[in-house]
């Protein structure tokens, strides 16, 4: 695979057309919560997923290499992802899409946080600190004001605990031993593990279907197939082509168009609170992921 220095026409599309993917799924998710229990769908999901994973890896070829080295990380990277999708389902089952959205993107900025201690290289300069105060300030802000019973507290904390949960599986992909196998088997043993998870946690959250319709079954194949497994490896494919900083810095986008399809597709209230609080998260965000270009030179 030819590997680009920059982001070119294709990788700029290919990023916004996936950040509309990832946008439109947390209304994906909130329609699915109508029909399924949110940990239940998101055990549904997981499994479908790997069902899916399976069959792309026996096309291409991919071998499963589950040497006993990376069993403890991999679980542990299995065990994050389940937390996350716990966390993040619940919490759209409980606030809105726009809330949710705006705080679950701001795992970046936690990410900046911890990585200036714990990975070399990834120290905060004054510019990066100066987005995480502004993406600290947009969470404030989106926690200050509630917009009639649209919204819980738990259900805003359960998003930043899912954005927690994944600045945590970036941190064991780059810090334990998985971070030497496939990507593929990367996003193996997290769905292997969060499907057991997922499922065995459903038990605890009242019965595991509500009131079905199509309309849920086509929400479960969206997320199955075109997020959490073939979306997934397009990430990766991107990752692999493009500069990290350069793909990383268009996830600014998704917290912005998931406040526009909250607002559009589910009627959603975004008042003063919210948009100022997308503007600051979002700057916050081209802050941290945006790199130094050093002056001069060829």
């Excluded at 479908?48 to 026996?58: D, E, H, N, Q």
């Excluded at 006993?68 to 409980?94: H, I, K, P, Q």
């Excluded at 929400?219 to 997020?227: F, R």
């Excluded at 991107?238 to 917290?255: D, K, Q």
């Amino acid at each position: 695979m030819e590997r680009k220095d920059h982001i070119d026409l294709f990788g700029a599309v290919s990023l916004v057309a996936f950040a509309c993917v990832l946008a439109f799924n947390q209304v994906v998710i909130k329609v699915g919560n109508d029909g399924f229990q949110p940990v239940f769908m998101a055990g549904l999901r997981s499994l479908g997923a790997l069902a899916v994973l399976l069959l792309w890896m026996r096309l291409r070829g991919v071998r499963m290499d589950f040497n006993r080295r990376y069993w403890a990380s991999g679980t542990m990277l299995g065990a994050l992802f389940g937390f996350e999708f716990v966390c993040l389902f619940w919490a759209l089952d409980n606030t809105t899409v726009s809330r949710a959205s705006i705080l679950f993107y701001t795992m970046p900025m936690m990410l900046a946080g911890i990585a200036h201690f714990v990975l070399p290289g990834e120290r905060l300069t004054l510019r990066r600190a100066a987005g995480l105060v502004l993406a600290m300030c947009g969470v404030a802000l989106v926690l200050s004001v509630r917009h009639g019973g649209e919204a819980s507290v738990m259900g805003d904390v359960a998003a930043l605990a899912a954005a927690a949960g994944w600045a945590g599986i970036a941190l064991t992909v780059r810090l334990t031993p998985v971070s030497e196998q496939r990507p593929e088997m990367q996003l193996m043993w997290q769905l292997i593990v969060s499907s057991v998870m997922l499922i065995g946690a459903a038990f605890f959250f009242g019965p595991f279907v509500r009131a079905l319709d199509p309309v849920h079954f086509w929400a479960l194949a969206y997320q199955v197939v075109i997020v959490a497994s073939l979306g997934y490896m397009f990430w990766f494919f991107l990752m692999a082509r493009y500069p990290a900083s350069g793909v990383a810095s268009f996830s600014f986008l998704s917290p912005v168009l998931s406040v526009f399809f909250g607002w559009a597709l589910l009627g959603e209230t975004v008042g003063w609170n919210t948009v100022g609080a997308l503007v600051l998260v979002a700057i916050g965000l081209v802050l941290i992921n945006r790199r130094h270009r050093p002056q001069g030179g060829a």
